[in-house]
């Protein structure tokens, strides 16, 4: 594009700013040269640089701006100034200036005129004032605080001359006069392009709409008009969306809808006795520890309301019950068992929905996709806050194929065709089954979770019979994770801005 065709092209705002660029100016300068707002000059300056007219640096710096009382006496008057005008032509009681002056402006004028002996000061009933001749030099020239006040603000601490930075240092004794921030400081230069734009001296009196005036009247032949140019870079909007582990969450609960599985919910708060003890998970399990657990700190125990139920997990735990089982043979803690903690797997919410199942009731199937808590140490494969996909299925003709084949429906839907059950082992199913998928880039299997059937000792206490229950939990991370070519989960959660701007959406 010719210089011609790109000085066409320019807005309004760019050909009033164009002329008043300099090398390294910086924004606030810029915009105390031009009549334009803040926003407009930079509008002009972003759409310049779009065209590689101008470079914009930003650095942060240390930066100088008035406070409350800085900006007040710009306006007013230094109070000192202020308190001199007040007795140069009489003598005034301290009484009289109070009506003029607050107490802190006061006292702070006291001494730092005495200092510098432009005033005298007399005690009768209360102080008098007197101004002397040093006073009425101090009152006739323009002080170093007030030319510091002249200053174009807010300023950088290097911009400022050194008879200024020791003036700065008096200033920001004095209460909200100054005040000190890190600031982005922007810095505007003409690229060569630029440098030619500036020297062909570009006209601002161009017509950027077409009114129906103007074709009425046919005036519209006698003037110039803006060029559009459509090819032009512009800066990227990014829309809002939600956050692409939410997107997978909603794909998933929707698998699940559509294959007639209700959703479960519920607090991420449990006592153990339900997150672990109606599992039939021993309270000398090693998934207790505090190692592997969150327990509360505060609130550390919990209330467990059906006192029938807890009985018959007691039982069971001790010697079986009526489940065929010869329990853990150790005796059983309701006091461990009411203590609180994170819950650590959304079986959880498996054990509090089929305790309220009647027999009436089935054949049911359930599913959650829940955020659940592991005390593991953080890694790129390993975090302690994390999605899992959660689903039972409760019903007297209910086998461990048709597990299998509710397992394969899942996972072909998200994108895996070939699943992989193995021999495994949990507290509270039997038979237990590891679940692979076989990942179609690494051309390797890799591990997804758990499943298997509830034993009797799980469902007998809660429901009072016993009936089959497929169950599996399945760690979400790494369902989706190979979708976004995301290598380390702790990506996952992280909120990086750049990352939630241009990540594709979730689409099987």
Not at 39 to 44: K, L, N, P, W
Not at 72 to 93: A, D, H, R, T, V
Not at 396 to 407: H, Q, R, S, V
Request: aromatic fraction near 10%; proline fraction near 3%.
């Amino acid at each position: 594009m010719s210089l011609k065709e790109l000085s066409q092209k320019l807005h309004s705002l760019e050909r009033t700013v164009l002329p008043k660029l300099k090398k390294n100016i910086g924004f606030q300068e810029l915009v105390s040269t031009v009549d334009l707002k803040e926003i407009e000059v930079m509008r002009a300056i972003q759409w310049m640089e779009n065209k590689s007219i101008v470079k914009i640096d930003s650095i942060e710096k240390e930066v100088i701006d008035l406070d409350k009382n800085g900006i007040l006496y710009k306006k007013k008057g230094l109070p000192e100034k202020q308190f001199l005008e007040l007795i140069k032509n009489e003598s005034k009681k301290i009484s009289e200036m109070s009506k003029k002056l607050d107490k802190n402006e006061i006292n702070i004028c006291i001494g730092l005129l005495k200092k510098n002996n432009a005033i005298v000061v007399k005690k009768d009933r209360e102080l008098i004032f007197s101004i002397t001749s040093k006073g009425i030099d101090f009152l006739n020239k323009k002080s170093t605080e007030e030319k510091f006040l002249e200053l174009n603000f807010p300023i950088s601490f290097e911009e400022l001359e050194k008879n200024m930075k020791n003036t700065l240092s008096e200033l920001l004794k004095r209460k909200q006069f100054i005040k000190k921030d890190k600031k982005i400081i922007r810095t505007i230069s003409l690229t060569k392009i630029g440098e030619d734009l500036q020297k062909l001296k570009i006209s601002s009196d161009v017509v950027d709409k077409l009114s129906s005036k103007d074709l009425k009247s046919g005036s519209w032949k006698k003037k110039d008009f803006r060029r559009y140019d459509v090819e032009i870079n512009v800066p990227l909007v990014s829309g809002g969306k939600r956050h692409f582990t939410l997107q997978a969450v909603e794909y998933i609960k929707s698998i699940w809808l559509e294959l007639g599985f209700k959703e479960m919910t519920g607090n991420i708060v449990h006592t153990s006795f339900w997150d672990l003890d109606t599992l039939f998970v021993p309270q000398d399990h090693p998934a207790r520890e505090m190692q592997d657990t969150f327990y509360l700190k505060n609130a550390k125990s919990g209330k467990i309301e059906n006192k029938e139920l807890v009985k018959r997990i007691k039982n069971t735990h001790e010697n079986g019950w009526t489940t065929g089982s010869k329990g853990w043979q150790s005796s059983w803690s309701e006091e461990k068992a009411k203590e609180n903690l994170l819950r650590t797997h959304t079986t959880v919410l498996s054990a509090e929905t089929i305790s309220k199942l009647k027999k009436g009731d089935l054949p049911a199937k359930f599913f959650s996709v829940g955020k659940v808590f592991r005390n593991e140490a953080l890694d790129w494969k390993h975090l302690f806050e994390f999605y899992q996909v959660e689903g039972i299925v409760v019903d007297p003709d209910a086998n461990f194929a048709n597990l299998l084949g509710y397992l394969k429906n899942f996972f072909k839907k998200m994108g895996f065709p070939d699943v992989r059950i193995r021999p495994g082992h949990f507290p509270y199913t039997e038979p237990s089954a590891e679940v692979d998928v076989w990942h179609p880039i690494k051309k390797q299997w890799v591990e997804i979770g758990g499943s298997g059937i509830f034993r009797p000792e799980v469902t007998i206490p809660l429901m009072g019979f016993e009936v089959p229950v497929l169950a599996w939990g399945l760690g979400m991370g790494r369902i989706i994770t190979e979708y976004w070519e995301i290598n380390d989960l702790r990506e996952l959660y992280k909120n990086d801005l750049k990352q939630l701007r241009e990540l594709k959406k979730w689409l099987k």
